[in-house]
Every structure is written in C-alpha cells, then in structure tokens.
C-alpha cells in the first residue's frame, strides 16, 4: 500500500509539473535554427571533431544563460528588456533596443534564408518565392497565441520533435567515432577560419534573441504572488531549461558528427547547405537527405516565428512601444528577401549572421548578470554568489572570443 500511494504521488507530481513546461522548448528552437544547420556543416565538414568542444561548451553556457532570464522573469515578473528600461539611464536603453533590433533582424535573415533553401530542396522553389512562403507560415504559427500559449508551444515542439527524429536517424546511419568525439572535446582552434567559425556556432547557440524571450514567456505566463511560491515554480523551470537545452545540444552535436563522418575527407570541404543535403544522399541515401530537409524546413518555421515574437518584447520592453505582427514581420523580413532577391550565397550569409549574433550576446547576459545579483530585485531568487561568477566568467570569455576575433579578421 506504501509503495501504491508513494507512486500515486509522484504520477500527481508529474501531472502537476508538466503545465509548467514549455517555454524552454519555446526558446531551444533557438539554438537548432538555420544557422545551427549552416556552422555546424561547416564545422563537421572542414575540421571534422575538432569544434566538438564549442557545441559541448556553448549548450552548458545556454543552460545557465536561459535558467537565468527564466529566473528573472519569475522574480520580477518583467522582461529583461523591461528591467533594462527600469533601471538603466535612457541613453543606455535606447542603445541596448538599438543592437536587440540588429539581433532581430540578423536572427530573422538566419531563419528565412534557411527555410528558402529548405523549400528549394524540397521543392526546387526559388529562393525569394521561399523565403517568403517561410514568413507566411512563421506568421500563422504566430496566430496560435490567440488561443492561449498552450497551443503555440505544443506546435513549436512538435516542430522541434521533427528536427530530431532527422537528426537521429542520419546519425544512425553515418555513424559515430567515439574516441574521435572524445578528442574533440579538448580546446583547441587551427588557424583564424577555425576561430570565425567558432564565434559563428557560439552565436548559433547563445542567442540573444532567446534571453530576451524567455523572461518574457515565465514573466507573462506564471503569476505568483508569493516568495514561496516562486521558489516553487523555479524548480520546475529548472527541469524545463535542463531538458529542453540537452534536446536542442544533442541535435547540434548529432549535426556536426554526421558532417564530420560523411561530408569531410573529400577533395574540397562542404560548406553549403546544399552540398550537405546532396552529400548525404550520396553518402547514406536519398531518405537522409529528405530528412535533412525536413528538419531544416521545420527549423526555418518555427525559429522565425519565435525570433518575430522575440523582437516584439525587444520593442515592447525597451521603449515601451507595441506595433501589430504585421508590421514587424515586415520589417524584420526586409534584409532577408534583400539577400535573396541580390542573390548572396545564402549559406555564407548564414554564418555571418550568427557571427552578427554572437556579437549581440554581451548587451544581453552582462545586463542579466547585473540584475540577478541584486537581492532588491530578485528577492530570494537572487543569484549564489557561485552562480554570478561562473555567469561573469561566462561573459567574459564570450567578449574575449570577440575581441580575438575582431584581431584576427582585420590584422
């Protein structure tokens, strides 16, 4: 009878937890979009295993970074843009909405030059008429919300189920090396391409637009009016952040391994997401590269719908300002159907723009940082003194990666 009733318990505990899951998997689309597909090719294909270790480094710093907004915005019940707006002086607040809209709109490019290829492989569409079908269904994933968050996170999720049943069964047939993952989990770089391409994956997977987001997603969706029932909630946004992090960690690591065991060692490496599809319908067959599609379509889909709904809280936090949907799916689809309609190879154009992100990451978690530290306004949800340093050591080797980066591009 103990056991029965031990068992009831955890099943209620269980039934009760699972509502509160579901913006971490909101914001985790966020680090397998398009740009996720185009550095982690490129990675796998030019140095093989040897950027391992980024993938593995960036997921642990996006645990922390994503625990951290969704925390802020338990305790405060505000965006970080709203925090910034709050406490900041008004220069600095217009500058921060300044970059977070550069953020949007190079997350944005990413994410619809990523579903254009997508529909071109499928469909052999071309790559303007694409990009914007991409905008359109980004756009009416958007509409769910009218029917509450539930609906809207359920299709992000689906969509993101999609992008790893791909992802697992192209690793299931190109195989793994297991001691050549394990070497490549040390740290190490070969040459300056190999540090841009770092900070590209960096900025594929620390995405400023999701730190901005998530806050906003706990702040709005979970209302407690108690210290003790914060605490409460933290737990379990703690599993949310935890699960939806390793899913989304464990997609990027799959897709450099398949481009480290089927598409390098050849006479040239690849570095589009074209070479990748067809590379793999050499390599393991026609369905692999079908899926490939498929979950690269699905991730220009629903990453753009949340990378839209994340500039919106960008706006809406730092100047106090909403515009309708509409409006600013058009303007951040502006410098993606440029790029398409020019005719800029969109790969390249993927991997600069999540060098562009990865610059945005400091104007994002420095602030975080900044406000989870202060018990005046976080309560008893302020950081450990551990969790500020390891969060500032965090920051400062993703400036410092910047700042060598910036060296050695211009020296």
């Known amino acids: 009878m103990y056991q029965q009733s031990t068992s009831t318990r955890a099943r209620a ?10 913006p971490a998997f909101v914001t985790a689309i966020a680090y397998v979009d398009p740009g996720n597909f185009a550095t982690n090719v490129t990675a796998g294909s030019t140095y093989g295993y040897l950027l391992v270790w ?25 965006s970080l843009p709203a925090l910034c707006r709050e406490h900041f002086p008004r220069p600095v607040t217009r500058g921060l909405w300044a970059q977070g809209e550069l953020v949007a709109m190079a997350t944005d490019l990413a994410e619809v030059v990523g579903g254009a290829i997508a529909l071109k492989l499928l469909f052999d569409l071309p790559l303007l008429a694409g990009g914007l079908i991409t905008a359109v269904v980004a756009f009416g994933l958007l509409t769910l919300q009218s029917r509450g968050h539930r609906p809207f996170e359920l299709a992000i999720t689906g969509l ?15 195989g793994l090396q297991p001691l050549a993952l394990l070497d490549g989990s040390v740290p190490r770089f070969e040459g300056t391409d190999s540090v841009l391409l770092a900070a590209g994956m960096l900025g594929a997977t620390v995405m400023p637009h999701a ?23 933290l737990g379990s946004q703690r599993t949310d952040v935890i699960v939806a992090m ?30 990748a599809h067809a590379g793999l319908g050499t390599a393991i067959g026609p369905v692999a590269a079908l899926l490939f599609a498929l979950a690269l379509l699905a991730s220009g889909f629903a990453s753009s719908s949340v990378g839209t709904l994340a500039g919106q809280v960008v706006m ?17 689809l502006t410098p993606a159907l440029v790029v398409l309609a020019v005719g800029v190879d969109p790969t390249r154009a993927l991997v600069v723009s999540q060098v562009v992100l990865s610059f945005g990451i400091p104007f994002a978690l420095v602030p975080l940082i900044l406000f989870t530290r202060r018990p005046d306004i976080m309560g008893r949800l302020v950081n450990r003194r551990s969790t500020t340093w390891v969060a500032s050591v965090v920051a400062a080797a993703i400036i410092a990666l910047n700042g060598v980066l910036i060296a050695l591009t211009f020296s």
């Open 316 to 332: 809406e936090g730092f100047l106090r300002m909403r515009i309708p949907l509409v409006v600013r799916r058009l303007v951040a």
């Open 160 to 174: 993101l189920g999609v992008i790893l049943l791909g992802f697992l069964y192209d690793v299931s047939r190109s």
């Open 54 to 78: 980024v993938v593995i480094v960036a997921n642990l710093m996006a645990m922390l970074v994503q625990y951290l907004s969704a925390k802020a915005g338990i305790a405060t019940g505000k």
């Open 13 to 22: 505990r269980l039934r009760g937890s699972l509502p509160l899951l579901g």
């Open 211 to 233: 730190i901005y987001l998530h806050g906003s997603l706990t702040s709005r969706r979970y209302r407690r009016t108690t210290e003790a029932d914060r605490v409460a909630l």
């Open 246 to 275: 390793t899913v989304a960690g464990l997609m990027n690591l799959s897709l450099l391994v398949v481009a480290a065991e089927t598409l390098s060692g050849g006479p040239a490496p690849v570095d589009t997401i074209e070479g």
